[in-house]
């Protein structure tokens, strides 16, 4: 059975190689081929010539790796058919000779710059693999490489002449270098789209036909289901083929050079919205130099880097500083009889790249008119916003920022308040109200989820009610959350827009900047989102939909709960796509720490521009770091050119995890890796999806869910769950740490959060799976050795970290000080003013968490106040903001809390809370 041929659902055939049946994983699964071909050609070479288990097993593995490799320059068609003939001449020296070489190129990426690694009959020259960090490996001259994908509506006989021709215009002073991968066929395109992620340019030449050449009925079933390429909805398409496939492929991967082609009209053609993907338009071939030269160019535009090149140039030259920094060019360091020490440490360009002066080239981060201008309009474009904003002191400021840019005092934020204490404290800086909404509970792992759509529209439906819908000015999310809840951010922007047609969402991107790049993660992005619903709002059969709606709900009141039930649309007319995300780059991409950005897609934003500037004026240093905005800037150059690939195979590797710590038999005694079906509620999960790979899932199932669930799991936040091996999630961490050397982030009673990024590889991983190996072992040795007493210590244990487990407390209501009507439904509160009234600190008073005095004040009065904000750690949510009544559960909570961790709180002193006496009942009494 070949490759293409295997059941989506069949169980993995070798455990040892990634599953081709993986769709996204195709990339590494192929490499674990190369590297299992290579083992089999050895053992086939050292048997002798001729036929054996061994030459069997080469003949398999290249029978399974053949029909896909035509997705791909490397190897290519010539050392491709020499194998072949070596395999059919049952030469097994030839054979092992060339499919070492292949795979050793494959491995180390020589190939990108060896051009004695294509050749059959020359020897690899020895390079060093593009692994070892720079400065290791000397002179580093390689150019970057990159592959052309050409589709082609000529014989495949004239290919290899195709291919040289353009090869041939390749130049030695170019600063790129590329190989050329030529198909035949719309579905071959699509196909080599997804497969290699090293394809940065599409030439289209129109006419090409739309079945692919090969006989492979699973993969075109893939992209029936995946790309919704529908056979049928090509046929008489002719040269439309060429703009459908410029499209398709540009939604999949919107980074791509994609070049037409085409005997058609081109002057007509390149004013429609069917060339709205393409980006150069050419008649025929008769431009083969331009063609060329374009690829070139639109690859240098993504190469651009204009404040971090023009930061390498500044450190080149000679300059004398009368600045503040005496760091600056080093001269205080390398000149020291003491800190020579840090000189040599950070190396000499850090210091030649410091400066405090904004002249010189170098533009200022406050108010950017050249390189950092370009450079945030760069990113714009890569991570598909109107504008970004780059931010040094990490996403904590990014959130104020845009909370202050856009509420005032008085406006309502509808928040989770679950969501980082950042977007807390700028509703104290800014003065909005927040309504606060719960996220579900995962109260088995002491875990919060995100907040349902239902309750967010329900809060809206009660604003409307009580006439305050246009004080409403934001709704606040965590997309997505710490522990990989993602939301469905189109249609809860989509609903939300029913009920209030110019709302803001901010989208607390902090962990997921990275899923632009990825297409299967970008469905759920707020950029993602805000573009499709603008196209969506486009469309004259929209409309249709809004108007049918309208006569079916428009006459009802907001308290009807068809309105919770129904799929809103917004009136076209009246919606407006406000949409801000906030993410830490340094957190997903490769930037240094606390760089971050804010991505606006905000068709008003020229209404809130002035706002906008000010907040940013107010949060941003006057010393900006120069190294973290040029690192900014690098890394949105990475994620252009290599995100795609990089966020696939992280994907990829993070469901491998997955599945491997779960289906291990004894890892998975004492340890699991929370599956959909765990973190996300049945209610929540429309599709039944239960669990990510086979034998549980295809793509096919996955991207479904992924369209149509309310809540779906990013599989790269991995929750290992720890209670069943005895451990909570705190000391779990610090034995992954001491023992292993293995660093872990966020942990919860009784799970450790693994988070797989685009830096960590197939070892890591196999790092992680011995460890939890080693430690299931020695639990097992250690309750065989120690009997009873040990096994029944053990057990209560267990249970006190899985059973056992606390009630999440929810935020119940502010205290009727801190609100302007305590008879209103909505729960908003002033807590601005029951956070200043802190600061005096005769209105407040400390009661001990344990004391007999909070136990009768839950019961009989009068209410226990909190002054301050709360935040046990983990799990790092506040459980009491200011003003906030503090209730029964949430004292239990406490008491249970066996976290060290818990800002705001000391126990020595006890809980702070505001002296009821001088509360007063009214906004009045507050001075508000
Ligand atoms: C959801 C969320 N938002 C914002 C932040 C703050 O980001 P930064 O560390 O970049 O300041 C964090 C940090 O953990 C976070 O988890």
Avoid at 8 to 32: G, K, L, Y
Avoid at 280 to 291: A, C, M, Q, S, W
Avoid at 378 to 391: E, I, N, P, Q
Avoid at 585 to 607: C, N, V, Y
Wanted: charged letters at 25%; hydrophobic letters at 40%; proline letters at 5%.
């Amino acid at each position: 059975m070949s490759i293409i041929d295997a059941p989506q659902t069949a169980a993995r055939p070798d455990r040892e190689m990634v599953a081709m049946e993986n769709f996204f994983s195709i990339a590494e699964a192929r490499n674990d081929r190369w590297r299992e071909l290579n083992a089999a050609a050895q053992v086939w070479a050292s048997n002798g010539r001729g036929v054996s288990a061994a030459r069997d097993r080469a003949v398999r593995l290249f029978a399974e790796i053949a029909p896909i490799e035509d997705y791909w320059a490397y190897p290519g068609p010539i050392l491709m058919r020499t194998l072949k003939e070596a395999l059919d001449a049952l030469d097994a020296g030839v054979f092992a000779h060339l499919a070492q070489k292949v795979g050793r190129a494959l491995l180390s990426g020589s190939y990108r710059h060896d051009p004695s690694a294509w050749d059959p009959y020359q020897e690899v020259s020895r390079l060093a693999p593009d692994v070892l960090p720079p400065d290791t490996v000397g002179v580093d001259g390689h150019r970057p490489y990159f592959e052309v994908l050409i589709v082609t509506p000529n014989d495949p006989v004239h290919w290899e002449e195709g291919r040289k021709q353009i090869e041939r215009l390749r130049r030695q002073e170019d600063a790129f270098s590329y190989h050329v991968v030529q198909v035949g066929s719309f579905e071959d395109a699509a196909l080599a789209v997804i497969f290699n992620g090293d394809i940065q340019a599409v030439v289209i030449y129109d006419g090409f036909t739309f079945g692919s050449r090969h006989d492979m009925p699973l993969l075109r079933d893939q992209l029936t289901r995946n790309l919704k390429i529908e056979p049928t909805s090509f046929t008489g398409e002719g040269r439309g083929l060429g703009t459908r496939l410029a499209r398709l492929a540009k939604n999949f991967r919107p980074e791509l050079d994609i070049y037409l082609l085409t005997d058609r009209s081109v002057e007509t053609l390149a004013t429609t919205e069917e060339a709205s993907a393409i980006r150069r338009i050419f008649f025929d071939v008769e431009e083969l130099l331009e063609i060329h030269l374009s690829i070139m160019d639109g690859i240098s535009d993504r190469y651009r880097t204009p404040y971090f090149s023009n930061l390498v140039h500044y450190s080149q030259r000679p300059m004398g500083t009368f600045h503040a920094l005496p760091v600056a060019r080093g001269k205080s360091v390398f000149r020291s009889n003491w800190i020579r020490d840090m000189g040599k440490f950070y190396g000499t360009n850090i210091f030649l790249a410091e400066s405090s002066a904004t002249t010189g080239g170098l533009d200022s981060l406050l108010e950017p008119t050249g390189n950092i201008k370009t450079a945030q309009q760069l990113a714009a474009r890569a991570f598909g916003a109107h504008r970004v904003y780059f931010a040094t002191n990490g996403t904590s400021t990014s959130n104020k920022i845009v909370v202050q840019a856009l509420c005032a005092p008085g406006d309502i934020v509808i928040v989770d308040r679950n969501c980082h204490k950042s977007h807390h404290y700028g509703f104290v800086l800014s003065g909005a109200q927040p309504l606060y909404v719960e996220a579900f509970p995962l109260t088995e792992y002491s875990m919060y989820g995100a907040v349902p759509l239902r309750t967010i529209k329900k809060a809206l439906l009660d604003l409307k009610a009580e006439g305050k819908l246009d004080r409403v000015k934001l709704v606040d999310l965590t997309n997505c959350t710490f522990d990989g809840h993602m939301y469905n951010t189109q249609r809860l922007m989509e609903e939300c827009l029913a009920i209030k047609p110019d709302l803001i969402f901010l989208w607390d991107e902090a962990w997921f900047g990275f899923a632009r790049f990825s297409p299967l993660h970008r469905r759920r992005t707020a950029m993602g989102a805000a573009k499709g619903l603008e196209e969506k709002y486009r469309d004259p059969a929209y409309r249709k939909r809004y108007e049918a709606q309208t006569a079916e709900l428009g006459h009802l009141e907001p308290d009807d709960p068809r309105l919770l039930d129904a799929h809103l649309l917004p009136d076209p007319d009246q919606v407006r796509i406000r949409v801000y995300q906030t993410n830490s780059t340094h957190k997903s991409m490769s930037a240094f720490r606390q760089g971050s950005m804010i991505l606006i897609w905000d068709e008003d934003f020229p209404h809130v521009e002035g706002t906008f500037q000010e907040a940013f004026l107010a949060h941003t240093s006057t010393s900006p770091n120069l190294q973290l905005i040029a690192s900014l800037d690098v890394a949105r150059r990475q994620m252009e050119l290599e995100g795609y690939e990089l966020t696939m195979r992280m994907t990829g590797l993070a469901i491998d995890i997955r599945d491997r710590i779960n289906a291990h038999r004894l890892i998975s005694k004492y340890f699991r890796a929370a599956t959909v079906e765990d973190m996300i509620p049945a209610e929540y999960r429309g599709s039944g999806l239960k669990d990510y790979g086979p034998p549980h899932s295809s793509w096919r199932d996955v991207l479904n869910a992924w369209d149509e669930d309310e809540f779906a799991l990013d599989p790269t936040r991995l929750t290992l769950l720890c209670g069943e091996a005895g451990f909570d999630g705190t000391q779990f961490k610090g034995l992954l740490a001491e023992r292993f050397d293995i660093q872990i982030n966020k942990t919860s009673r009784n799970s450790v959060l693994v988070q797989i990024n685009i830096n960590n590889t197939r070892g890591d991983a196999a790092h992680l799976i011995k460890a939890l190996n080693e430690l299931s072992r020695d639990i097992e040795e250690r309750l065989r050795l120690n009997g009873d007493p040990e096994r029944q210590a053990f057990a209560a244990r267990v249970r006190s970290l899985t059973v056992e487990v606390p009630d999440l407390p929810n935020f119940r209501a502010f205290h009727d000080a801190f609100r302007d009507d305590p008879n209103s439904a909505t729960n908003e509160g002033h807590m601005r003013a029951a956070f200043f009234r802190a600061y005096d600190e005769s209105k407040c008073e400390f009661v001990k968490l344990n004391s007999r005095e909070v136990d009768d004040r839950l019961k009989n009065g009068p209410a226990l106040v909190s002054a301050n904000f709360v935040i046990p750690y983990p799990p790092g949510f506040p459980i009491m903001v200011p003003g906030q009544i503090i209730t029964e559960d949430i004292i239990t909570f406490m008491r249970k809390l066996d976290v060290k961790e818990i800002h705001g709180y000391a126990a020595a002193y006890g809980l702070k809370v505001l002296k009821p006496e001088l509360l007063g009942k009214t906004k009045v009494d507050l001075g508000l």
